[in-house]
């Protein structure tokens, strides 16, 4: 009997993998990692769900303490970038750092197990000619978390198994209900279990970053309004701004040296191309040459064509087909070629925004 490490958080998604790959015959053990204390997924609430359903399934439960590490690498991650004047996304980084790493490290050397498995919404295949794993999105578009997957290597690839990549999120509900399992009703979680634990982003910041009183600026350096930390904003944002305009006005970059929102319509927020840095290149070996791809700069934004020109070993350059708005510092440009997964970074701030800021 094949023995497999499944990751558990509580939440319906990984309740239903655990229970799909029970009834396949494989020996499973549940992990959990323990994140954070509070309110949420990731915390002890969920590490209750998950015993509980370790205990419906008869299978044996392990918990990690891992808050150490999520403080390190994520924690601080977030509050450096939103000081800098970036919107990080901690997700993908959280995933190859802080859970998939720690989860296929402990499998193997506490357990001496060689596969884990997850929740997550993607799925994995192998391709002989180019004897790479590939990373594709899930059959259910609208719950596909490849975006969030960018950063997993070639050897997390080789030994993860995803369950639910060619389900639909009714199909994993059905399955619960049907498996009797007690997480089967229970509410979708937030996309990031901070927000879960401190009920909104700027309440998280605001722990961490003391608000600091500064200007509203348009394009020209004209003071339009008080801000009360660049922490508060993000690039393309246009509620919330406080101040009169004879146009709609939305955030275009975030001035942390000067402490300064820059603001401008909606066409000074289009850009025609941007870099991105840390690229890792999951199905397809690094280019050398420009390429063709799709690229996803947002989680939930739809991918656009784009030109891929390789910079350095983990720097691109974005040329788009059509402008694209609100390009964001610090989130993920996540690369595809149709349902395969190329590779992803974390896009860099533009020299747009520098000659702005100046």
Known sequence: MTKIVVGLSGGV???VAAAILHRQGYEVIGLTLWLMKGKGQCCSEGMVDAAFICEQLGIPHHIIDSRDLFEKNIVDYLVSGYEAGITPLPCSQCNRAVKFGPM?????????????ATGHYARISYDQHSDRYQLRRALDLTKDQSYFLYDLTQEML????????????TETRSLAAEYKLKTADKPESQDLCLIESHGSMQKFLDKYI?????????????????????HHYTIGQRR??????????????????????????????NQT?????????VSIPAPTNPIRASVQIRYRSAAVPVTVIPLAEDQIKLVFDEPQFSITPGQAAVLYDEEILLGGGIIERSTVCTAQMT
């Open 104 to 116: 296929l490290n402990y499998s193997r050397q506490q357990l001496g197990i060689d596969k884990i």
């Open 158 to 169: 080789a030994a993860t198994v995803f369950p639910l990549g060619e389900l639909k999120k």
């Open 240 to 269: 919330g701004l406080g101040i009169a305009a004879a146009e709609p006005l939305y955030v275009i970059a975030l001035d942390a040296k000067r402490n300064r929102v820059i603001v401008g319509n909606r066409d000074s927020a």
């Open 273 to 281: 191309e941007c870099s991105a840095f840390r690229v890792n290149w």
């Open 13 to 15: 998604d990984s309740s």
């Open 210 to 230: 003391t608000p600091t009183l500064g200007d509203i600026v348009n394009v020209q350096g004209e003071i339009l309004g008080k801000h009360q930390g660049i």
